[in-house]
T-cell receptor, first 110, second 113 residues
Framework: DGGITQSPKYLFRKEGQNVTLSCEQN?????MYWYRQDPGQGLRLIYY???????QKGDIAEGYSVSREKKESFPLTVTSAQKNPTAFYLC?????????FGSGTRLTVV | GESVGLHLPTLSVQEGDNSIINCAYS??????FIWYKQESGKGPQFIID?????DKRQGQRVTVLLNKTVKHLSLQIAATQPGDSAVYFC????????????FGKGTHLIIQP
């Protein structure tokens, strides 16, 4: 079955450490996205990529970085510059038929 | 501020009743709208979508209504079941490009037995 996989499901990191969240899709979608969700809130766009080797900042890109070296993969790095990194992170991909979301990674920084 | 929002953070309904969840948007250029269902700890699950050239679309037990005059979107769930309990988000895609969705804050639908 085609789908989008995020790993790990839960991630704990110490404050000041960078951490990379994985997102892989086998849907052959050109576009991929990273969203952040805080409790009781909607999703907010961090970064997106419409094609390999290209990506754009979303609404809340500060403190995050991404790469898109392969069509299937869009890893997100949460850097030490991100002031409040604890959140639920969702990856998505899309084509003309619509969007597909992963099951999310819950990052907790202690 | 947010482009898309929902009127109520929580909606409580009796099992078997119909539910109506509302959403207001402010961007007239938005041409594609989606309703998602999100259960605790999971990613959003697609429910139904509608394009701006339509005012109504029906799925299985769900109907989405779009009123472009007042920039209002609603999701109707018929004969609500316990499994419908979740947070429901509306989202908009401005201009049809692959530049991401803008989400509202969500309505938590609670089903009472």
């Amino acid at each position: 079955d085609g789908g989008i996989t995020q790993s790990p499901k839960y991630l704990f990191r110490k404050e000041g450490q960078n951490v990379t969240l994985s997102c892989e899709q086998n849907l052959n979608h050109d576009a991929m996205y990273w969203y952040r969700q805080d409790p009781g809130q909607g999703l907010r766009l961090i970064y997106y990529s419409q094609i390999v080797n290209d990506f754009q900042k979303g609404d809340i890109a500060e403190g995050y970085s991404v790469s898109r070296e392969k069509k299937e993969s869009f890893p997100l790095t949460v850097t030490s510059a991100q002031k409040n990194p604890t959140a639920f992170y969702l990856c998505a991909s899309s084509n003309i038929d619509g969007y597909t979301f992963g099951s999310g990674t819950r990052l907790t920084v202690v | 501020g947010e482009s898309v929002g929902l009127h109520l953070p929580t909606l409580s309904v009796q099992e078997g009743d119909n539910s109506i969840i509302n959403c207001a948007y402010s961007n007239s250029a938005s041409d594609y709208f989606i309703w998602y269902k999100q259960e605790s700890g999971k990613g959003p699950q697609f429910i139904i979508d509608i394009r701006s050239n339509m005012d109504k679309r029906q799925g299985q037990r769900v109907t989405v209504l779009l009123n472009k005059t007042v920039k209002h979107l609603s999701l109707q769930i018929a004969a609500t079941q316990p499994g419908d309990s979740a947070v429901y988000f509306c989202a908009e895609n401005k201009g049809g490009g692959a530049d991401g969705l803008t989400f509202g804050k969500g309505t938590h639908l609670i089903i009472q037995p």
